[in-house]
C-alpha cells in the first residue's frame, strides 16, 4: 500500500491552455473522489467514479472539465482553456467502500497556478 | 442543503495542554458519518478520527478524542498533550451514507513552544 499518488505536485501554466492530471488510487479501492481545494476552505467535491463508472459530477464541474478512470485505476483530470479561476489544488481521494470503510485517503495534490 | 460549520478560523495551544475545536453541521438525515481531517502545511490531508451517528460512545484515537451531541449536531475535537506535530489546518466533515463528504472551512491550529 502505497497510499494516493497524484501528479505532477505543481503546475503553471498560461490562461486557455490545456492540462492533465493524473491520480493513483491505492489498489484495492473502487472508489475514486476529485475534490478542488482554494486558500483557506475545505475542499470541494468534483466528481466521483466506482471502478470505471462516473457516478456523480458536481456543479462546479464545467464542461471544460473532463475526468476519466479507464479500467476502473488510475484517474485523469483534464481542463480546457484554463482560466485564472481554475488554480487551486486539486486533490485525489480513494476508498474502498462499504459501511466499514467509510473514509476517505487523499493524495498530496496537484497545485494549479494559472498566469 | 448540508452544511458544515467551523466557527474558529484558527486557535493556537501550548505544547503539552489540551485544546478543543469546534464543529458543527446541519442535517435532515439520521444514518451518517462525521470525521475530523488533518492537512499539515504543503502535506496531504490525513484522518484523525471517525464518529458514525449510530454509535452513541465518543470516538477515541489515542490523544484525540471528539465530543458528540447528535440532538445539538456539535461534533468537537479534543487534542490532549498537544504536540508541535499537531500544528496544522483541521478540518471537520459529514457524511450522509452512500453519500459524499461535506467538508467545513477548517480551523488552523498553532502550537505554541
Known amino acids: 500500500d502505497t497510499g494516493v499518488s497524484q501528479n505532477p505536485r505543481h503546475k503553471i501554466t498560461k490562461r486557455g491552455q490545456n492540462v492533465t492530471f493524473r491520480c493513483d488510487p491505492i489498489?484495492?479501492?473502487?472508489?475514486l473522489y476529485w475534490y478542488r481545494q482554494t486558500l483557506g476552505q475545505g475542499p470541494e467535491f468534483l466528481t466521483y467514479?466506482?471502478?470505471?463508472?462516473?457516478?456523480?459530477k458536481s456543479r462546479l464541474l464545467s464542461d471544460r472539465f473532463s475526468a476519466e478512470r479507464p479500467k476502473g485505476s488510475f484517474s485523469t483530470l483534464e481542463i480546457q482553456r484554463t482560466e485564472q479561476g481554475d488554480s487551486a489544488m486539486y486533490l485525489c481521494?480513494?476508498?474502498?467502500?462499504?459501511?466499514?470503510?467509510?473514509?476517505?485517503?487523499f493524495g498530496s495534490g496537484t497545485q494549479l497556478s494559472v498566469l | 442543503a448540508q452544511t458544515v460549520t467551523q466557527s474558529q478560523p484558527e486557535m493556537s495551544v501550548q505544547e503539552a495542554e489540551t485544546v478543543t475545536l469546534s464543529c458543527t453541521y446541519d442535517?435532515?438525515?439520521?444514518?451518517?458519518?462525521l470525521f475530523w481531517y488533518k492537512q499539515p502545511p504543503s502535506r496531504q490531508m490525513i484522518l484523525v478520527i471517525r464518529?458514525?451517528?449510530?454509535?452513541?460512545q465518543n470516538a477515541t484515537e489515542n490523544r484525540f478524542s471528539v465530543n458528540f451531541q447528535k440532538a445539538a449536531k456539535s461534533f468537537s475535537l479534543k487534542i490532549s498533550d498537544s504536540q508541535l506535530g499537531d500544528a496544522a489546518m483541521y478540518f471537520c466533515?459529514?457524511?450522509?451514507?452512500?453519500?459524499?463528504?461535506?467538508f467545513g472551512p477548517g480551523t488552523r491550529l498553532s502550537v505554541l513552544p
Open positions: 481521494a480513494s476508498e474502498q467502500g462499504g459501511r466499514q470503510n467509510e473514509k476517505l485517503f
Open positions: 467514479f466506482q471502478n470505471e463508472a462516473q457516478l456523480e
Open positions: 466533515a459529514y457524511r450522509p451514507y452512500g453519500q459524499n463528504f461535506v
Open positions: 442535517t435532515s438525515e439520521s444514518d451518517y458519518y
Open positions: 489498489s484495492e479501492h473502487n472508489r
Open positions: 464518529q458514525e451517528a449510530y454509535k452513541q
